[in-house]
Every structure is written in structure tokens, then in C-alpha cells.
């Protein structure tokens, strides 16, 4: 690395889909693919960024899918919910192997397995350059990871969300049912609400833009892409 790059966050705020952990599979956890997310965040460490991290659940369950299937809705969330927590703990473990000081807080604690989220003590860790997984999204129903990452980027003053997903950005449609979708580079917030893109759900993307909280949707997938944005590269949409 050249002693004359400079990177432009101090903190950031990654959220990841629950996808991104289940590789090809159609459900569960793919240890290679959070190997190969361990190596992008190890990557982009040595830059000394702060990073806390939010992990999804898609990949296990999801409130809503769980809820059409005949569940409570509530029950269903929280089934959701708890599945952040065994991502969470998968991650850890893969990222203590590469020699990465984790440490994962939980909204809704666990006692001998994740303790209890505390934003003076994230704050805290976050600075002793300790990657923090935010776990069980805002322990709450009814809302998602995607407003986790909002809220919790918010509360430990992050520079910006970082949205890993598993396409390039925001499209103007979804690129797997149109080929002919185009990339936005750069969107406003109001870009967002008035072509109604699909960037987060209506409360994660409102508190983001009541913050002014820049969002960056970038693929996590594509090898440096996270380091690449370390360093100003215009990866995938920047949204402020
Ligand atoms: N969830 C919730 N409250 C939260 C965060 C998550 O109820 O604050 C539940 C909800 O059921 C959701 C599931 O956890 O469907 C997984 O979260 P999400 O859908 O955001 O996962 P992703 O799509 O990012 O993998």
C-alpha cells in the first residue's frame, strides 16, 4: 500500500444482506463466502477505518416470508430477529480466525452469548479500531436491518452506510428481470422517493435522510470493491 494513499471515512457503518452469507446455496450459512467477505473487511482495516458492522437475515429467515407461511407476524419478526444473532456469531468466529478483534452487541441480549447494545460502549470499542457487529436489528418488530444500519451508523457518528448487496447499485429497475436497467452513479435522497427506487424500506431510507446520512449501495462481491471505496473510488450509488 502506498504511504501517500488517503482514504477519505474514518467510520463507516457496513450493512450486508443475509444473501451475501448463503453463497449459491438457497439457504443457511456458506463458510466461504464469509471468508471471502472476511478477507474484503481485513483488506480495508489495514486502511484504519472504524467499522461497525450490521448482518441481515434473508439468508435464514425473514419476518414476512415466515408470516404468509401462517406465523404470527410478531412471533415471525422475532424468529427473524434471533436469526441476526446466528449470523452475527458465524461472522464473528470467521473474523477472530483472520485475527480480526471482534466483538458483537446484541439488541436484544443474550446472557453467555452477545450482551446488550450500548452506544457509549460501541463508541468506545469502535475506536480501539474493535469491529462491532450490531446484532438482533433495532430489537424490534416490524422493521428491518436496513433501518438497523441506519439507526446504529447514526447513534456511533459513521460517515456513511455502506450497503452491501450482491448488484453493482441502484438500478432504474430491478437488472435481473431487465437487462436494459441502467446504474445510477449518484442519486439524491429526493432522486430516491420521487423514481421510487428500491434502495431500503420507507423508515430506514426517512432516517437516513432526516441525519443526512450519505448511503453508498455498492457489490460486496466484487473483489476490493469495499477498499476501493475506502479510497474515494466511485463505486456502485452514492446517495446524499
Ligand atoms: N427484523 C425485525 N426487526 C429489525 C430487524 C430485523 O423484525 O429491526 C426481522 C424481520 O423479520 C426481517 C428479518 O429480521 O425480515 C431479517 O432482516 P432483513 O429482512 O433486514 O434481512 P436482510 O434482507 O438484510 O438479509
Redesign the pocket.
Known sequence: MSTNTKFIYHRVLLKI???VLQGSNKFGIDIKSLEKITKEIKLTLNTGIQLGLVI????L????TLSQLGINRIA??HI??L??VINSLAMRDIMNSYSIPTYIMSSMPIDGICVGYNYEQAINLLSKNYVVIFSA????????????ACLRGIETHADIILKGTQVDGVYSQDPKKYPQATLYKKLTYQDVLQKELKVMDLSAFSLARDHKIPIRVFNINKPRSLYQIMKGYDEGTLIE
Open positions: 444482506s443475509g444473501e441481515g437475515s434473508g439468508n429467515f425473514r419476518g414476512s415471525a419478526d427473524g430477529i436469526s441476526t436489528g433495532t430489537g424490534n418488530p416490524l422493521f428491518t436491518t436496513d433501518s438497523a
